[in-house]
């Protein structure tokens, strides 16, 4: 397992942006399948977007494909630390929820993810949209 760290939440008004981050604590995150989901209060936790360890693939949930986008910086140094970003664009109040990143070695899934798929999870960081 590794340990992630996500930042970025905050508070925001439908129809802004955040950029949500996800890094790895001790650890590279290079060869790690990545993935983000949210659980809103009261609701299971859902598959938000994906992308593979070298970033040439990625995968969106139905409901934030075209404003959301998954990307990664890999670092190939042992002193350096890969990132994966969730920049979210045109955030609408359905949008509010904790939003966890994780993390698996094994080969991504196609399309939705399930929790199941990923073995480390970061403590979430909390967006909330106003409308």
């Known amino acids: 397992q590794v340990l992630l760290v996500e930042s970025g939440g905050g508070l925001v008004q439908a129809g802004g942006s955040l950029r949500l981050s996800c890094a790895a604590s001790g650890r590279t995150l290079t060869t790690y399948a990545v993935g983000w989901f949210r659980q809103a209060l009261g609701k299971e936790r859902e598959f938000v977007a994906s992308?593979?360890?070298?970033?040439?693939?990625?995968?969106?949930?139905?409901?934030v494909k075209g404003r959301f986008t998954i990307s990664r910086d890999n670092a190939w140094t042992s002193v350096a630390n890969s990132t994966v970003y969730l920049q979210m664009n045109n955030l609408k109040p359905e949008d509010t929820a904790d939003y966890y990143c994780a993390a698996d070695p094994r080969p991504l899934r196609i399309g939705v993810s399930r929790v199941s798929d990923f073995g480390s999870w970061g403590q979430g960081t909390q967006v909330t949209v106003s409308s």
């Open positions: 992308i593979t360890w070298s970033g040439k693939d990625t995968f969106y949930s139905d409901s």
